[in-house]
C-alpha cells in the first residue's frame, strides 16, 4: 500500500495549522469536543475531473428509469473495501439533484444469477480488465436483463492512510493525525449502443486530528462525497472538473 509523500503530508498539515491560527479561539473548543465523542475538525481537499458529457446523451433520462450498477473494480490488495465504496455510491446516486434510482451492486449480481447470466457477467468484465471496454454484445444482453439502458461501471484506483505523530499550535499539542486519500472513477455506459457516454476520476485527502488513532472519519462518508461531487458537479451539471477545500468541525454525537 503507497504512502503519501513528506510533502503531501506536511501540505495538508500546514493547511490545518492556518485555519486553527486564524480560529484561536475553537482549539479548546476541539479538544472538549473529541474527549466529548463528537467529530474530530478535519480538512478535506477534493478534486474531480471528468470527459464532457456526449452530445447524444440527454441526462434527464437518468431520473427516468434504473440505472445499473456493476461490480466495483478495485486492485488485488484493496478488494476488501468494494462492499462500503459500493454502498456509498447508492447513496450518492440518491442525494444528488435530481435523484437516480441505482440497482445497487449486490442487486444486479443476483438479477442475473437468476437468469442464468453469471458466467456471461463474468466475461464481461474479465474482458474490461483486459482492454478496458464493455464489449457490445453482452452488455446489451444484461442491460436487457436488468431493464436499464444504463449502466455505471465504479472503480478504486487507490486507497491509502498514514498516522503522522507531530502537530502542535500555541502550546497545545494533538497527538496524532490521520491523513486519507481515496482516488476513485466512474464511468457511464449505453447498454444498447455499447458506448462509453461519460468518465470521471476524483481524488479526496482528509486529514482528521485524533486522541486515538482508531477515530477517524468513516471511510463511507469520505466515499460517498467524492461520488456526490462526481455525479453531480461533473455528470449532472456538465463540468469537466471542480476543486473545493473544506474545513469542518463537526458536532456529531456517535453512538
Request: net charge positive.
Amino acid at each position: 500500500m503507497s504512502v503519501p509523500s513528506p510533502r503531501v503530508i506536511e501540505k495538508v498539515i500546514m493547511k490545518q495549522a492556518s485555519f486553527i491560527r486564524k480560529f484561536p479561539g475553537t482549539i479548546v473548543g476541539f479538544a472538549a469536543a473529541l474527549l466529548a465523542g463528537c467529530t474530530p475538525l478535519h480538512l478535506s481537499d477534493t478534486h474531480t475531473t471528468s470527459t464532457p458529457r456526449s452530445q447524444f446523451f440527454d441526462v434527464a433520462e437518468l431520473a427516468r428509469e434504473p440505472v445499473a450498477t456493476l461490480g466495483l473494480l478495485s486492485p488485488a490488495g484493496l478488494q476488501g473495501l468494494n462492499p462500503p465504496l459500493s454502498h456509498a455510491l447508492i447513496a450518492a446516486l440518491s442525494k444528488a439533484s435530481p435523484p437516480i434510482r441505482g440497482i445497487a451492486a449486490h442487486e444486479t449480481v443476483n438479477m442475473l444469477n437468476e437468469q442464468g447470466l453469471a458466467a456471461e457477467y463474468g466475461t464481461l468484465i474479465a474482458g474490461f480488465g483486459r482492454g478496458g471496454i464493455l464489449e457490445r454484445k453482452p452488455l446489451q444482453r444484461i442491460g436487457s436483463a436488468l431493464s436499464s439502458r444504463y449502466v455505471l461501471l465504479p472503480g478504486l484506483a487507490d486507497f491509502n492512510q498514514v498516522i503522522v505523530d507531530r502537530f502542535a499550535v500555541q502550546g497545545l499539542t494533538f497527538i496524532r493525525s490521520r491523513v486519507t486519500t481515496l482516488r476513485l472513477w466512474l464511468q457511464l455506459w449505453d447498454a444498447q449502443t455499447g458506448k462509453i457516454l461519460w468518465e470521471s476520476a476524483g481524488e479526496v485527502t482528509v486529514a482528521t486530528e485524533l486522541v486515538r488513532a482508531e477515530r477517524t472519519v468513516p471511510l463511507d462518508e469520505i466515499a460517498q462525497k467524492l461520488w456526490l461531487r462526481m455525479i453531480q458537479d461533473n455528470l449532472l451539471e456538465g463540468k469537466t472538473g471542480s476543486r473545493s477545500l473544506f474545513s469542518a468541525l463537526e458536532r456529531k454525537e456517535t453512538r
